[in-house]
Structures are given as structure tokens and as C-alpha cells.
């Protein structure tokens, strides 16, 4: 099981900290700051370190469809960087996914739950975009063939990330 699948495991079950900057309900999980809908996480399991910020959705579109939790990460990688994904909470068709920063459109690839950017080359972009911007959308087909949107708020984004980058090193 990989660590996002874990965390999000930890997220479904119960709140992923206890107070502004508790620990969480799960051990080796712990948050290190918070602005806005943000959250700066360091997952330590064994010697493997994670560091990341994420965020749930403002709305989900269409809302009277059912699904799991939705959540975005921004991930420090070590020699890499960051790296954007998006957990929808339910399978997604192959293609025909979409982030939306502020008017700008980014393609996104898809594997069984998740979207990350069709290319990385893109991460700084659509970084500096997240910065700069109020608010990002992710639009996605189901494996259904349903259209959903996740729209998030990006105020605290860039304080929460200089936060992680400041105190983690993965």
C-alpha cells in the first residue's frame, strides 16, 4: 500500500489532527502548520519520510452525487520537487481530466482514483499558478462516464507549502 493510500485511510476514519498542531489520529502522522483550507503533513513510516500539503474541496459538483472524500496534495519530492495529485474518491475513466488554475487548463492522467499532470515538466507551472491564484478546479469523468468538478479555495496554499518547506526535508 502506497502512503497516499494510507493517509487517506487515516483521513476516512477520523480527523486528520487533533487541535491546531496536534498529532494525529494515527501514529507517524503529524501536522506541522495550517492556513486557511490548508494543511502541512510530515508520514513517517520506518525511514521513509512524506511530506505534504493538502486540502479538501469548497464544492463538488455535481453535489447530489455520492462519492468518497476528495482531497488535493501537493508533495515534496526529494531531487524533484513538488508534485501536484488529486484523490476524487471513486474511479476514474482513462481520460478526459482537467485542472483549471485562475484560466489556465492543465491536462491530467488518471489511475484508478487518482489525477496527476499528464507532464511533469508542467509542476512549476501549475505551482506558480497555485500561488498566484484564489481558487483550482479539477474535472474529471467517472469511470460511469459522470462529469464532476472539485473546486478549491487557494488562500493559506502558499504560506502552508513555505511552511513544509521550511521544516521537512523528505
Not at 30 to 43: D, E, F, K, L, N
Not at 66 to 94: C, H, I, M, N, Q
Amino acid at each position: 500500500m502506497n502512503w497516499k493510500a494510507k493517509v487517506l485511510g487515516c483521513l476516512m476514519v477520523a480527523p486528520i489532527m487533533v487541535g491546531a498542531f496536534g498529532t494525529t489520529a494515527r501514529a507517524g502522522q503529524q501536522q506541522i502548520a495550517a492556513s486557511g483550507m490548508w494543511r502541512a503533513v510530515v508520514a513517517t513510516e520506518g525511514a521513509q519520510r512524506t511530506c505534504f500539503v493538502l486540502a479538501t474541496p469548497t464544492t463538488r459538483m455535481p453535489s447530489e452525487l455520492r462519492r468518497d472524500p476528495g482531497y488535493l496534495f501537493v508533495s515534496l519530492v526529494r531531487g524533484k520537487g513538488t508534485e501536484f495529485s488529486s484523490e476524487l474518491g471513486y474511479p476514474l475513466a482513462d481520460a478526459g481530466h482537467v485542472l483549471t488554475v485562475e484560466g489556465h487548463s492543465y491536462e491530467l492522467t488518471a489511475r484508478d482514483a487518482t489525477v496527476w499532470l499528464r507532464s511533469p515538466v508542467e509542476e512549476p507551472a501549475v505551482l506558480s499558478a497555485m500561488r498566484a491564484g484564489r481558487s483550482l478546479e479539477v474535472s474529471v469523468r467517472s469511470g460511469r462516464g459522470n462529469a464532476t468538478t472539485d473546486t478549491y479555495d487557494l488562500g493559506g496554499f502558499s504560506a502552508t507549502l513555505d511552511e513544509l518547506k521550511k521544516r521537512c526535508r523528505p
